[in-house]
């Protein structure tokens, strides 16, 4: 009896820590694929959801310890490096969703990953760079073993008895209510399966074999008809700005529009003092948060872009847009384009004359962000060029600005002398100095958008105001809302657009007909959407634009 006693305590204490290692294993592994963004930031939190994924791998472990044996070392292995890619995604998913408030495309945002990064990389702290490049080998190290080792702890489960018929029963439960959910039926409350991870890459290799195969340069619809004689313009030069990241929020989020509220006052004034007028509206941008191209391309375009997929199959086939029916008014279409590193086909599918891009801007001056050039120069340097000198020909300017774009700082000085800002030393040292002294917050955007919204809004003023002898109609528009990081949680897609001229007949068409405001406020009411703008813009032009 003794000797019964004495074989047998050693196994309880070594079965009850296996018991414990086989839930924390089971935990993690759960865990690892169902936690959530914490908002606005790139950090997680767990959450009690449940993993498919780690349901049906319960199950094929205890399948193959049933019909063939345990998983060997080198699948232990492999497992382990295909967990890690899950808990990627899943990463992924939730945080692009949550920040961005759309999908990843695994076919067009890879494309970016190189410039994003580059662009991150210049604008981080030196300290936060530091630990980024430290932080994440090290971090995917430590997921990899911690996914191997639970990997390797649930398979060494599957050999009991009684472990078997737990496991096999918890993981059917799973898949169960994963299915039960899937079709719309109610869980118990705070019962809930998490996404599958797999299903987002299945839907993803699907996309991506799709636009390989061209299928999808097919689906577009019938080119809009654009008409319009322009006439209301009387040769008036046209600008069409797109302020890069800004968003409805800057009016009506009250710790952004509260800061901004002498800004915007300025700006007022430099429109009232320059004897022209404005009239504004709310727009749905056809993205959020990023990829202002969409929000470039459905304007100019007449047709609603919400994707990189539908833009491309776009740029596939020959449609009119605004450039080309302002060239075949008798204008001259130019593009600022500083941010474009890189060539830019896109500009003949719009029918630009002329395009300055970074390289062509011919900047000397000190470096600011990613992009080194700022958005003062783009307009003073394209001004001595395109607007300044006496021309038979009106313009019609295209300009995407970048000095508002995320992280928003360093934001350049406003420099009152445009002359001295062409030159190699537009600005005073203490200015310099204060400038590349910011960093981003990353867990705090919000100062760094207000600083660098203040120097927009100088600029468009700025500039209204060194051209007040001149016809000018300015259609400034935001491209999308800031990322969800400055926005806040639930905010709309919508964006400012507002149309400043000294042209009575301009204005009063869109105020008596399009509902714009008379005002700088945008109002409350959204009057279309990005596509829809263009025929609205177009009327209030001329004759033969929207009804």
């Given at each position: 009896?003794?000797?019964?006693?004495?074989?047998?305590?050693?196994?309880?204490?070594?079965g009850?820590v296996?018991?414990?290692?086989?839930m924390?294993?089971?935990?993690?592994l759960?865990a690892?694929?169902t936690?959530?963004?914490?908002?606005?930031?790139?950090?997680?939190?767990?959450?009690?959801d449940l993993?498919?994924?780690?349901a049906v791998?319960?199950l094929?472990l205890?399948?193959?310890?049933?019909?063939?044996?345990?998983?060997?070392?080198?699948?232990?292995?492999?497992?382990?490096a295909?967990?890690?890619?899950l808990?990627?995604?899943?990463?992924?998913?939730?945080?692009?969703?949550?920040?961005?408030g759309?999908?990843?495309?695994?076919?067009?945002?890879?494309?970016h990953?190189?410039?994003?990064?580059?662009?991150f990389?210049?604008?981080?702290n030196?300290?936060?760079?530091?630990?980024?490049?430290?932080g994440?080998?090290?971090?995917?190290?430590?997921?990899?073993?911690?996914?191997?080792?639970?990997?390797?702890?649930?398979?060494?489960?599957?050999?009991?008895?009684?472990?078997?018929?737990?496991?096999?029963?918890?993981?059917?439960?799973?898949?169960?209510?994963?299915?039960?959910?899937?079709?719309?039926?109610?869980?118990?409350?705070?019962?809930?399966?998490?996404?599958?991870?797999?299903?987002?890459?299945?839907?993803?290799v699907?996309?991506?074999?799709?636009?390989?195969s061209?299928?999808?340069?097919r689906?577009?619809?019938?080119p809009?008809?654009?008409?319009?004689d322009?006439?209301?313009?009387?040769?008036a030069?046209?600008?069409?700005?797109?302020?890069?990241?800004?968003?409805?929020?800057?009016?009506?989020?009250p710790?952004?529009?509260?800061?901004l509220?002498?800004?915007?006052?300025?700006?007022?004034?430099d429109?009232?003092?320059?004897?022209?007028f404005?009239?504004?509206?709310?727009?749905?941008?056809?993205?959020?948060?990023?990829?202002?191209?969409?929000?470039?391309?459905?304007?100019?375009?007449?047709?609603?872009?919400?994707?990189?997929?539908?833009?491309?199959r776009?740029?596939?086939?020959?449609?009119d847009?605004?450039?080309k029916?302002?060239?075949?008014?008798?204008?001259?279409?130019?593009?600022?384009?500083?941010?474009m590193l890189?060539?830019?086909p896109?500009?003949?599918?719009?029918?630009?004359?002329?395009?300055y891009d970074?390289?062509?801007l011919g900047?000397l001056?000190?470096?600011?962000?990613?992009?080194?050039?700022?958005d003062?120069y783009?307009?003073?340097?394209?001004?001595?060029?395109?607007?300044?000198p006496?021309?038979?020909?009106?313009?019609?300017?295209?300009f995407?600005?970048?000095?508002?774009?995320?992280?928003?700082?360093?934001?350049p000085?406003?420099?009152?002398?445009w002359d001295?800002?062409?030159?190699?030393?537009?600005?005073?040292?203490?200015?310099?100095?204060?400038a590349?002294?910011?960093?981003?917050?990353?867990?705090?955007?919000?100062?760094?958008?207000?600083?660098?919204?203040?120097?927009?809004?100088?600029?468009?003023?700025?500039?209204?105001?060194l051209?007040?002898?001149?016809d000018?109609v300015?259609?400034?528009?935001?491209?999308?809302?800031?990322?969800?990081?400055?926005?806040?949680e639930?905010?709309?897609?919508?964006?400012?657009v507002?149309?400043?001229?000294?042209?009575?007949?301009?204005?009063?068409?869109?105020r008596?007909?399009?509902?714009f405001?008379d005002?700088?406020?945008p109002?409350?009411?959204t009057?279309a959407?990005m596509?829809?703008?263009?025929?609205?813009l177009?009327?209030?032009?001329?004759?033969?634009?929207?009804?």
């Amino acid at each position: 009896m003794t000797s019964d006693v004495t074989e047998r305590a050693p196994h309880r204490p070594r079965g009850a820590v296996s018991a414990a290692a086989l839930m924390a294993a089971l935990l993690l592994l759960n865990a690892s694929l169902t936690f959530s963004n914490i908002w606005p930031t790139l950090g997680i939190s767990p959450t009690a959801d449940l993993s498919v994924e780690a349901a049906v791998l319960v199950l094929a472990l205890l399948a193959a310890h049933r019909w063939w044996h345990a998983p060997s070392v080198v699948a232990t292995r492999w497992l382990g490096a295909m967990w890690v890619l899950l808990v990627i995604g899943r990463y992924t998913e939730v945080t692009v969703s949550s920040l961005y408030g759309r999908n990843i495309s695994l076919y067009w945002d890879l494309q970016h990953v190189s410039s994003v990064s580059g662009m991150f990389a210049v604008v981080t702290n030196p300290w936060l760079k530091a630990g980024i490049i430290v932080g994440v080998p090290v971090g995917l190290a430590l997921l990899y073993l911690g996914s191997r080792w639970a990997l390797e702890v649930v398979a060494a489960g599957t050999r009991g008895h009684r472990a078997q018929r737990v496991l096999g029963a918890l993981a059917a439960m799973v898949l169960v209510c994963g299915l039960s959910q899937a079709v719309g039926a109610r869980l118990p409350t705070g019962l809930r399966v998490a996404s599958p991870v797999v299903a987002a890459y299945a839907r993803e290799v699907g996309e991506f074999a799709y636009e390989l195969s061209g299928a999808g340069v097919r689906d577009l619809g019938p080119p809009p008809v654009l008409r319009s004689d322009l006439s209301r313009l009387g040769g008036a030069d046209v600008f069409v700005i797109f302020l890069e990241s800004y968003g409805a929020v800057a009016w009506q989020r009250p710790h952004l529009a509260e800061p901004l509220v002498p800004a915007m006052a300025r700006l007022d004034a430099d429109i009232a003092d320059t004897g022209r007028f404005v009239a504004s509206g709310l727009v749905e941008s056809t993205t959020f948060g990023g990829e202002s191209w969409l929000a470039h391309v459905s304007l100019l375009s007449g047709t609603e872009i919400r994707d990189p997929a539908t833009n491309v199959r776009l740029m596939a086939q020959e449609r009119d847009t605004m450039v080309k029916l302002f060239g075949r008014g008798g204008y001259r279409t130019v593009a600022i384009m500083p941010g474009m590193l890189v060539a830019w086909p896109e500009g003949a599918f719009y029918g630009f004359e002329q395009i300055y891009d970074h390289d062509g801007l011919g900047y000397l001056g000190p470096q600011f962000g990613w992009w080194d050039i700022n958005d003062q120069y783009a307009l003073a340097r394209v001004d001595a060029l395109e607007i300044e000198p006496a021309r038979d020909q009106p313009a019609f300017v295209f300009f995407t600005t970048i000095s508002t774009h995320t992280p928003f700082v360093p934001a350049p000085p406003y420099q009152p002398d445009w002359d001295r800002v062409l030159t190699t030393d537009p600005y005073d040292a203490d200015a310099l100095d204060h400038a590349w002294s910011t960093w981003p917050d990353w867990t705090n955007l919000g100062p760094s958008y207000l600083e660098a919204f203040d120097y927009a809004l100088r600029n468009i003023g700025g500039y209204l105001r060194l051209r007040a002898d001149r016809d000018l109609v300015v259609v400034l528009v935001g491209d999308h809302q800031p990322p969800a990081l400055v926005s806040g949680e639930g905010a709309s897609w919508d964006v400012p657009v507002h149309v400043i001229a000294s042209r009575p007949a301009v204005l009063d068409r869109l105020r008596e007909r399009h509902q714009f405001t008379d005002t700088l406020h945008p109002g409350e009411q959204t009057v279309a959407r990005m596509d829809t703008l263009l025929p609205i813009l177009l009327d209030a032009f001329g004759d033969g634009g929207a009804p």
